[in-house]
């Protein structure tokens, strides 16, 4: 099983920011797609943003183009996620995945075409006030 770990959730007002991180083994960060996904109460596990090896090569949901920022850090094999201008429909359990045959797994149509996400972390909860 691949292992991911999330952190860097929490509370935030709204217009504000907040940061999360993935970590992952070098060689999952090294031969997976990773991206961020994030699930609301009642509501559908929905994709946020991806990444992949090369530069530039990122893909983001609409509902959070322009605001939100994933990137690599390959000294770490970690993936972040910089969340800017928050409102309050970004509040969900953020999870951090990667391409796999696991379940929940979730299909995304991406720059590079249909990816299939079913590797998952345990999930961090974001809360954005108004």
């Known amino acids: 099983q691949v292992q991911l770990v999330e952190s860097g959730g929490g509370l935030v007002q709204a217009g504000g920011s907040l940061s999360l991180s993935c970590a992952a083994s070098?060689?999952?960060?090294?031969?997976?797609?990773m991206g961020w996904f994030r699930q609301a109460p009642g509501k559908e596990r929905e994709f946020v943003a991806a990444i992949s090896w090369s530069v530039p090569s990122t893909y983001y949901a609409d509902s959070v183009k322009g605001r939100f920022i994933i990137s690599r850090d390959s000294a770490k094999s970690t993936v972040n996620l910089q969340m800017n201008s928050m409102i309050p429909e970004d509040t969900a359990v953020y999870y951090c995945?990667?391409?796999?045959?696991?379940?929940?797994?979730?299909?995304?149509?991406?720059?590079?075409?249909?990816?299939?996400?079913?590797?998952w972390g345990q999930g961090t909860q974001v809360t954005v006030s108004s």
């Open positions: 995945a990667t391409e796999g045959s696991g379940q929940p797994r979730v299909a995304v149509d991406t720059v590079w075409g249909r990816l299939g996400f079913g590797s």
């Open positions: 070098r060689r999952t960060f090294n031969s997976y797609r």
